[in-house]
């Protein structure tokens, strides 16, 4: 069945260090690919996407490329903040377009 | 914004008790999720909804029912409060898009604990 696994945390950098959060994918056809960011006492908020092989989302200084040949959709930004610590989710949606399906998080923290 | 409000916030009722989180939505969306957030489980889909009066079972639906009599509003419902249901709930709609594909927002959540 479709799932979704992505590296397991904290992941604990200092500020303007280089960010990857790495999201592996198990999917049949053409699956549209999330990563959400959830602060504390928040809900899950859309940080970006792409729906299609070959695509780049990007958002607030993160990207992640569609990468079908690898099934992988790495989450990276080049500086992080402090303001970036946060729980990180990575997540598809299948074919059968009202299911949707999550990664287990990684914390990210962010050391001044 | 999608314009989701989760009600109440935050809950602490006794074991035995029956609860009822309430979801409510502005912008019509046709798909409604409930979901609970536990340490070491992530999201786990409970139940959802492709309709008014059309309700489906997610992965862990014991102990809980829905309710959706108008588009607007997901009703969660804990029969019996155990333990165990002490988590955070969050409410969330999708929206498809053909072009864009469909995507999935979520509400602010809700606290419950159960003594």
């Known amino acids: 069945g479709d799932s979704v696994t992505q590296m397991e945390g904290p992941v604990t950098l200092s500020e303007e260090a280089f960010l990857t959060i790495n999201c592996t994918y198990t999917a049949t056809g053409y699956p549209s690919l999330f990563w959400y960011v959830q602060y504390p006492g928040e809900g899950l908020q859309l940080l970006l996407k792409a729906t299609k092989a070959d695509d780049k989302g990007s958002n607030k200084g993160f990207e992640a490329t569609y990468r079908k040949e690898t099934t992988s959709f790495h989450l990276e930004k080049g500086s992080v903040q402090v303001s970036d610590s946060a729980v990180y989710f990575c997540a598809l949606s299948a074919i059968n377009f009202n299911k949707f399906y999550f990664g287990s998080g990684t914390k990210l923290n962010v050391k001044p | 914004d999608a314009g989701i409000t989760q009600s109440p916030r935050h809950k602490v009722t006794e074991t035995g008790t029956p609860v009822t989180l309430r979801c409510h939505q502005t912008e019509n969306h046709r798909y409604m999720y409930w979901y609970r957030q536990d340490p070491g489980h992530g999201l786990r889909l409970i139940h959802y909804s492709y309709g008014v009066k059309d309700t489906d079972k997610g992965e862990v639906s014991d102990g809980y029912s829905v309710s959706r009599s108008k588009t607007e509003d997901f009703l969660l419902t804990l029969e019996s409060a155990t333990s165990s249901q002490t988590s955070v709930y969050f409410c969330?709609?999708?929206?498809?898009?053909?072009?864009?594909?469909?995507?999935?927002?979520f509400g602010e959540g809700s606290w419950l604990t159960v003594v």
């Open positions: 969330a709609i999708s929206e498809p898009d053909r072009r864009s594909g469909n995507t999935i927002y």
